[in-house]
């Protein structure tokens, strides 16, 4: 039944597109190189079948994902440019965001229980504001894996998915660059080679987006107060090879957001800043055909700041994380094997947020800075992966990792197993089980993966995270890879989950205690994903649909009564479309769905005296409007000079200007005649569409 539903959808697509496969001068395959699994195991000649041919299982969403540098120049536009984050949102099991919301959800987890690298430096915010842009330049880098089951043991010390980054990695004989300059932001990059043996690589880009916002809000007459914002951010990659057998790899990452908005009625500036720096160096080494290594060294902080202003009056709300970290691998391939061993050493550095209150006098007690946190996280990992002539790959891996803080430590073993079996040249059977411990963790305020949040490590009264996970996958590739379809339901246990009890403005209190209001529980994720896919053709492109039920349950909340999180979304779907009628021309379009957020809702108030207290009803038991939007871009690529190319784009960013809430206001109303007192709830919106026109230049 799953097969022929899938022909038929399938088909629909190649309907449109049969008569153009034929052709001689094929278009552009931009779905075909777009995502591929992740291979660990390398085949050496071809396989030869007999009777109808059908092409090997390649391109199909099954737990490991992995985008290259070709693909990556490939992927549909937003606001102009190529986004991989914003790609990886298109994929199963990773849920939508909301407006304003930057966070990456995988498979039911918490943005903060994601592992999110960048050339083995850990990355803690990974998208700018307003979720617009991902802080990966992507012209600057190389690759993407995306890890969501059978996650190998050398990953560890977050309890979801992985995001792994790479930079540049292969030499240049000449000078070439890009550069996109555009109405929203603008970025360049720049290759110049060293000798034979070496090269520099830098990208830049800023943003002046709030511009933008500000006069589509003027146009449409919605009269809204828009805020301040700007980004930038810098990557500086340095490559060079010493030999066949060694290569050096120094690279940089320093990325600032500013947002500024001023309150004219109370006269009241607010402003967040916050900065993401990382930096590594990675040493490859192939002392022999059947051997490798590779060691990482690791620099990485994320800082924040949230400000108010008043008059004489301030408040400064501080936090930061500080890494320096080492990784070590070391490889051993044999005939039908491989064996990989290695560890991790990460000192963090963690400062909580704390109010730093200037000129409110004996208004509010003096607070004083809590106590810098540090600890020492560690890890030692062992994978094994066997494949055999059925063909049939097994994966073992062990890893056991700890932590100490404060005089407080915790370890724990972490088992990883995964199954592989391809029963046809072009089919493909995964299983998994995964084991998983966390030890620093983020303290959502907001609840909208904003820089608001902070980090904090495991201590005496917070214990590590865990999950406990598995997932079975079915992939199918049919028509000589034409077209792929593949099904993954998947479940997880959670532990030692942790919620946020308090409200931003209680920090501000002499004896506020941050791990006080800091409570864990439990909680389950589950669901599938399903995606169909048609990878050549004029029309190209992909649908993904996950079905999923995120819950947690505390004690201190309806006494352990099981609830949806704040990020539960039932439904998650995504269509992408690309069509390429001549190879000067390129159109995509992107529709993406998700059910509303959940959030708990006031439903009542009293006032006693002068003061009004709002009653709430069950935790996160009303749901926000469903979110939902259509993107559209056009590209033309001018004829090409040589190396010399250049393009222009025009992209908008939610077309039909539908106006997703970012949050839902609680208002009142009297009516003094009537003496009636009316409680409403209103949907806030940052904006409606936005377009984008940018010029593309490559030599």
Do not use: C
């Not at 038929?8 to 052709?23: C, G, Y």
């Not at 969403?61 to 070709?70: E, I, P, V, Y």
């Not at 992507?138 to 050398?154: M, N, T, W, Y």
């Amino acid at each position: 039944m799953l097969k022929r539903l899938s022909i038929i959808i399938i088909s629909v697509l190649i309907a449109a597109d049969m008569a153009a496969i034929n052709k001689t001068a094929p278009a552009r395959q931009v779905a075909d190189t777009l995502v591929t699994e992740e291979k660990h195991d390398v085949l050496d000649g071809s396989v030869i079948t007999s009777g109808r041919e059908e092409k090997q299982i390649e391109g199909v969403m099954s737990g490991n994902l992995r985008l290259n540098a070709g693909s990556i120049s490939s992927l549909p536009r937003f606001l102009g440019t190529s986004d991989i984050l914003k790609t990886i949102q298109l994929m199963p099991g990773v849920q939508l965001s909301g407006e304003m919301d930057s966070g990456i959800y995988i498979r039911g987890g918490d943005p903060g229980q994601n592992l999110i690298m960048l050339d083995g430096a850990v990355i803690y915010s990974p998208a700018h504001l307003m979720g617009f842009f991902s802080v990966f330049n992507s012209d600057h880098i190389s690759s993407a894996s995306v890890l969501k089951s059978g996650i190998p043991a050398e990953y560890g010390g977050f309890a979801s998915g992985v995001i792994d980054i790479g930079t540049v990695n292969s030499l240049k004989d000449h000078v070439s660059g890009v550069m996109n300059l555009g109405i929203i932001s603008s970025q360049g990059t720049l290759t110049v080679p060293i000798g034979k043996k070496s090269q520099v690589t830098a990208s830049g880009r800023g943003s002046y987006i709030n511009w933008m916002l500000k006069g589509i809000s003027v146009a449409l007459n919605e009269n809204q107060k828009m805020p301040e914002y700007g980004l930038q951010d810098y990557n500086l990659t340095w490559l060079t090879e010493f030999n066949e057998a060694n290569t050096l790899k120094i690279n940089g990452y320093y990325g600032r957001d500013n947002l500024y908005f001023l309150q004219n009625n109370y006269s009241v500036m607010s402003s967040m800043d916050w900065d993401n720096i990382a930096a590594s160096v990675i040493w490859d080494s192939h002392p022999e055909d059947k051997a490798a290594n590779r060691h990482i060294l690791s620099f990485s902080r994320f800082s924040n700041d949230i400000a108010i202003e008043r008059s004489s009056a301030s408040l400064r709300m501080p936090s930061d994380i500080t890494d320096f970290a080492y990784k070590g691998r070391t490889t051993f391939s044999f005939r039908n094997s491989r064996l990989s061993f290695g560890g991790n050493y990460t000192y963090h550095i963690t400062n909580v947020q704390y109010p730093d209150i200037n000129g409110l006098n004996d208004m509010i007690d003096d607070t004083e800075a809590p106590d810098t946190y540090r600890t020492h996280e560690f890890g030692l990992y062992a994978d094994w992966s066997m494949w055999f002539s059925f063909p049939l790959t097994v994966g073992i891996g062990l890893r056991y990792s700890g932590a100490v803080t404060r005089g407080h430590l915790y370890t724990g073993p972490e088992p990883r197993f995964s199954l592989s079996w391809n029963p046809r040249t072009n089919m493909r059977l995964r299983a998994s089980l995964t084991s998983q411990r966390q030890y620093m963790n983020m303290v959502s305020i907001s609840g909208m993966g904003m820089p608001t949040d902070f980090w904090i490590p495991v201590t005496g009264k917070i214990r590590p995270q865990t999950n406990r996970s598995a997932s079975v996958g079915f992939s199918h590739s049919l028509w000589n890879g034409l077209a792929e379809y593949s099904i993954e339901p998947y479940f997880s246990l959670l532990g030692n989950v942790l919620e946020y009890d308090g409200e931003l403005f209680e920090m501000i209190n002499r004896k506020y205690d941050t791990e006080e209001h800091i409570i864990s529980g439990k909680g389950r994720n589950y669901g599938v994903e399903m995606m169909v896919k048609k990878n050549r053709g004029k029309i190209n492109g992909w649908l993904s649909y996950t079905l999923s039920r995120s819950e947690r349950s505390f004690p201190d909340i309806m006494d352990g009564a099981v609830f949806p999180a704040k990020h539960d979304r039932r439904h998650n779907l995504s269509v992408v479309a690309n069509y390429q009628p001549s190879e000067h021309w390129t159109f995509s379009a992107v529709f993406v769905y998700a059910t509303g957020s959940a959030y708990t809702p006031p439903v009542g108030i009293y006032i006693l005296g002068e003061n009004m207290i709002q009653e709430y009803g069950p935790h996160n038991s009303a749901r926000m409007p469903d979110y939902h939007r259509m993107d559209v871009s056009a590209t033309y690529e001018f004829k090409s000079a040589g190396r010399f190319r250049h393009s222009l784009n025009v992209s908008v960013y939610n077309v039909y200007a539908r106006r997703n809430p970012l949050y839902r206001d609680l208002q009142f109303h009297a009516d003094s005649e009537d003496k009636t007192f009316i409680m409403e709830l209103k949907n806030i919106s940052l904006y409606s569409l936005v377009p984008s026109l940018s010029y593309t230049f490559k030599f």
